[in-house]
């Protein structure tokens, strides 16, 4: 009881005689840092050993009563407050599924005590609610691995005091290889990298980026040319970090990366041919030809996959009208550049017929209040929002009850059937037009997720009033998501990655990059084809995926091209091209490019999607897959989609033997159309003797086109 004593006249010298100890300021915090409420303990869905609290301490009014009036109280003891079954558990003086949390005589031990001794105050919620949390040092720059930073952290108050609780948040790393931190915040890097030390205390949420660079001398910084803001922002950090940038690509490698990257095709022999032989400087022939594919109807075939992707254009849920509808107002969308508000805000606002309004469509794969607001908040502000619908999200921010404010904006939404086949008509409903809390099944008022003061939601156009408030200028996130997204199509990943998951727990790899591309985004009035020339035309995109010595371990900054393999429609319209046969296919135009399919039952259950076509499902980037496989590799080998192209009558190998083409013209133009660039010296050598060893040249020629589309040259877009 001494150190008991001791510890009751330190905490009034350092607080204040009169000061009391109450739940919501000192017990619920020691709760969620010696994981009482995580998800593993009592934090579960339906807690341990019946007995439950909420997830990370996220409601605590529910804990309180849990501890204070569950089992008639029998869980604290007001005669002797030691012999409490919330002390003796946790304690270990009785047996405790969850291990000694809170030793007998420790500062934790001691506060739970002296809180019940002096009657299990819940405390005033509002004083005692965390305003803010600052961390110092806001940012950590370790020279070398093995380097170690103290945190520290003090939560502000509503009330205007300040307390320092460095021993009681809860720190984690998002990447612990390189740079991990311990219970009591001290921050140790292991490898050269990058991090996030995520901080968290009582709903407040601070990231603290840590970088970790290694002893290599000899690294002095080169300047190079900077064709627009993109290089500077991506040259200030590779400065900063001492990794030097690859050279630029080579024309073929540019044109074939820009070619597949814009319109979703190789470059032909004869435009390969043609751009090799222009000698206009180099900057300026790249920036001309960027224009000239953008101006290409293959170009609004590209981008209208990825639309489609993402608003789950299919017509196993929309009708094959319906499908065709959605389908060609996307198209029209993207071929008359529509700012990307507007098309946001077609989307949400859409009513009437599915047919003659198709993006009414985009409620037909929602059909759900939360439904539709998690698709809204994931496509349009990069948000996953489901993780708050049981409660305050563990990550993030948001809470439960912004989870169901944001989900009201959409209870008026009503669908019922049209006059045609699976017609269907959108509706502003009067009847039903509510959700309901789960908690307490309170009907809640719509309302914002952030800002949003100028623009105030009527019942009667809450749609109208939430498109205003999701495409304004203001909304921080709206053009940062996109910008973002866009990005990852030209890079492979994201500024911040995955690009539907921005919370401050996964930051940005820079976000001064970021916030200017989305500045110059919001300043061009959401002008998407701006925004992919301006991406485009920047030296970092043009950057070779060779690597040197500086740069070979640099994954997150841009300082080479990250080879990337192509899409399913890609690879297959490449193979088509490559070997000059294009097969029918059943339920489209014939001669149809794979790009221009409509949905994901064209050809469906072949070669497409063994290459991770999309279902859609969803509208998750995710759903689209990019990987490797032994099953597509055996494909790619002995495939009926390779040997039939390969080997078609009137093919590219056909049309050269009937040509009368020599063994160097052969195997030039097979390079050219295979991996767009011509042999190299060694190569031309290797493939001349194949050629002359004798036997059936088609056969050969055959061969050799047959490796290089199972080369890595062909496969990726590097």
């Known amino acids: 009881m001494k150190s008991t004593a001791l510890f009751l006249l330190l905490s009034a010298a350092a607080w204040g005689a009169t000061a009391k100890v109450t739940f919501v300021k000192d017990v619920e915090p020691i709760l969620d840092k010696v994981g009482c409420t995580s998800g593993t303990c009592h934090g579960a869905a339906k807690g341990k050993n019946g ?134 915040g001290l921050v140790s890097s292991l490898r050269k990298g990058e991090a996030a030390m995520l901080v968290r205390y009582e709903g407040k949420l601070a990231v603290i980026n840590v970088t970790a660079l290694t002893e290599q001398p000899g690294f002095t910084w080169t300047r190079v040319p900077e064709y627009n803001y993109i290089d500077q922002f991506i040259d200030a950090k590779l400065q900063r970090v001492k990794i030097l940038p690859s050279e630029l690509t080579t024309d073929a490698e540019f044109l074939r990366r820009a070619s597949l990257d814009l319109i979703g095709l190789p470059p032909t022999v004869e435009e390969l041919r043609a751009f090799l032989a222009d000698k206009t400087e180099t900057r300026l022939k790249r920036s001309r030809m960027i224009d000239k594919l953008m101006a290409r109807p293959e170009f609004v075939d590209h981008w209208t996959v990825k639309w489609g992707d993402l608003l789950q254009v299919n017509r196993s849920r929309l009708g094959d009208k319906g499908m065709w509808a959605f389908r060609e107002w996307i198209r029209e969308s993207v071929a008359s550049n529509k700012p990307y508000d507007r098309m946001v805000r077609e989307l949400i606002t859409a009513r009437g017929s599915t047919f003659q309004n198709p993006p009414a469509n985009f409620f037909r794969f929602t059909r759900d209040p939360k439904v539709e607001m998690e698709t809204t908040t994931q496509l349009f502000l990069g948000v996953r929002m489901s993780c708050a619908q049981c409660h305050d999200h ?45 908690k307490d099944g309170h009907i809640v008022k ?99 995926f060779r690597t040197n010595s500086w740069n070979a371990d640099d994954e997150i900054n841009f300082s080479h091209a990250s080879p990337r393999r192509l899409t399913a429609e890609e690879l297959y319209d490449a193979i088509s091209l490559a070997t000059g046969t294009r097969p029918q296919v059943r339920g489209v135009p014939k001669n149809f490019l794979a790009e221009q399919f409509p949905d994901s039952n064209v050809e469906k259950g072949g070669f497409l999607d063994l290459f991770g076509r999309p279902e859609r499902q969803t509208s ?15 494909n790619m080998v002995n495939g009926a989609t390779i040997a039939d192209a390969v080997a078609g009558e009137s093919g590219r190998v056909a049309k050269l033997m009937l040509s009368g083409a020599t063994d160097r013209q052969i195997i030039e133009e097979l390079y050219l159309a295979a991996l767009s660039r011509p042999p190299e010296p060694r190569e031309l050598d290797l493939a001349q003797t194949y050629l002359a060893r004798g036997g059936n040249r ?21």
């Open 698 to 718: 088609a056969e050969r020629a055959q061969d050799l086109l047959w490796a290089l589309l199972n080369s890595n040259a062909f496969l990726f877009n590097r």
């Open 394 to 438: 563990p990550f993030e921010k948001w809470t439960q009850n912004q989870y169901y404010q944001l989900s009201a904006f959409f209870a008026g939404v009503g669908i019922k059937e049209g006059a045609d086949s699976n017609e269907e008509i959108i509706y502003d409903k009067r009847e039903g037009a509510e959700v309901k809390h789960p």
């Open 51 to 184: 007995f439950k609290l909420s997830l990370r301490g996220y409601d605590p009014e529910f804990d309180y009563r849990a501890l204070v009036y569950d089992l008639a109280g029998r869980r604290f003891n007001r005669v002797d407050p030691a012999r409490s079954l919330m002390l003796l558990k946790p304690s270990m003086t009785l047996p405790h599924g969850g291990g000694l949390r809170l030793p007998v005589g420790s500062p934790y031990y001691n506060t739970v005590l002296e809180w019940i001794s002096e009657g299990v105050e819940y405390g005033d919620p509002v004083s005692a609610q965390v305003a803010q949390l600052e961390v110092q040092p806001p940012e950590i720059l370790m020279q070398k691995p093995g380097g170690k930073q103290q945190l520290r952290v003090t939560a502000h108050y509503a009330d205007g005091s300040t307390r320092d609780v460095t021993r009681d948040a809860i720190y984690s790393s998002n990447t612990p290889t390189i740079a991990d931190v311990n219970d009591s």
């Open 446 to 544: 719509a309302k914002f997720l952030f800002g949003g003061e100028k623009i105030q939601p009527h019942e009667q156009d809450l749609r109208d009033a939430l498109a205003d408030w999701l495409t304004s200028p203001d909304n921080e996130l709206f053009g940062k998501s996109m910008a973002n997204r866009l990005w990852s199509y030209f890079f492979g990943r994201g500024i911040i990655e995955p690009v539907d998951d921005i919370r401050a727990s996964n930051p940005p790899s820079n976000p001064q990059l970021l916030d200017a591309l989305t500045r110059d985004f919001v300043g061009h009035e959401f002008d998407i084809r701006h925004m992919i020339r301006t991406i485009a035309n920047s030296r970092t995109y043009q950057l070779s």
């Open 620 to 634: 998750c980037e995710c759903e689209r897959r990019s990987d490797v496989s032994l099953v597509q590799a055996l």
